[in-house]
Antibody, heavy 120, light 111 residues
Framework: QVQLQESGPGLVKPSQTLSLTCSVS??????????WNWIRHHPGEALEWIGY???????YYNPSLKSRVSISVDTSKNQFSLRMTSVTAADTAIYYC????????????WGQGTLVTVSS | QSALTQPASVSGSPGQSITISCTGT?????????VSWYQHHPGKAPKLIIY???SRPSGVSHRFSGSKSGNTASLTISGLQAEDEADYYC???????????FGGGTKVTVL
């Protein structure tokens, strides 16, 4: 059974770096069939896809966030992580990790999401 | 980024059928058969219920069905049940650099 679970600080100060980790179980993160994604949701607005990482190291980021985000993988822990720099209040959102088939825009499995608030 | 347009809320009585629309553009919904729908009960992980416009993943109830006409995709829930009360989001592949775009979500209320 595939499961994803986000973890990380719920509160980040403005201008600092947001770091979240997604722990994956039930499938190897090195499986070449899948992309590993981050998505966020500002309540009341549309979901926003942040980016993905493939097991080869290939990444692709939403152009609107590309300059501030990176996604990395720790295969030894079967985890992948999101790093977002220079955060502002506009980055306050629920952050989800999700799995998609490589080359697909469909997200077959999601984590429960974690709320990150940017505030001093 | 341009989001897909969904109604904020839809309601129906148990046993009825309801339809949620998802309107996009020539860069996403109308151009590709890559529309997906997700069910989200707050506090839980979103669940994929429709992909490729009309396909249901294994284990998803046949009461959920998808369709598309032009730049509008639709999700129909037939035989509405109390457990269907949730938020529903659509998404589509897009030819823009964003790759995928989502709708704003529709809250379904079972009366």
């Amino acid at each position: 059974q595939v499961q994803l679970q986000e973890s990380g600080p719920g509160l980040v100060k403005p201008s600092q770096t947001l770091s979240l980790t997604c722990s994956v179980s039930g499938v190897s993160i090195s499986n070449g069939d899948y992309y590993w994604n981050w998505i966020r949701h500002h309540p009341g607005e549309a979901l926003e896809w942040i980016g993905y990482r493939y097991y080869t190291g290939d990444t692709y980021y939403n152009p609107s966030l590309k300059s501030r985000v990176s996604i990395s993988v720790d295969t030894s822990k079967n985890q992948f992580s999101l790093r977002m720099t220079s955060v502002t209040a506009a980055d306050t959102a629920i952050y989800y990790c999700a799995r998609s088939y490589s080359g697909s825009s469909t997200f077959g499995y999601w984590g429960q999401g974690t709320l990150v608030t940017v505030s001093s | 980024q341009s989001a897909l347009t969904q109604p904020a809320s839809v309601s129906g009585s148990p046993g009825q059928s309801i339809t949620i629309s998802c309107t996009g553009t020539s860069r996403d919904v109308s151009a590709y058969n890559y529309v997906s729908w997700y069910q989200h009960h707050p506090g839980k992980a979103p669940k994929l219920i429709i992909y490729a416009v009309t396909s249901r993943p294994s284990g998803v109830s046949h009461r959920f069905s998808g369709s598309k006409s032009g730049n509008t995709a639709s999700l129909t829930i037939s035989g509405l049940q109390a457990e269907d009360e949730a938020d529903y989001y659509c998404s589509s592949y897009t030819s823009t650099d964003t790759l995928v775009v989502f709708g704003g979500g529709t809250k379904v209320t079972v009366l």
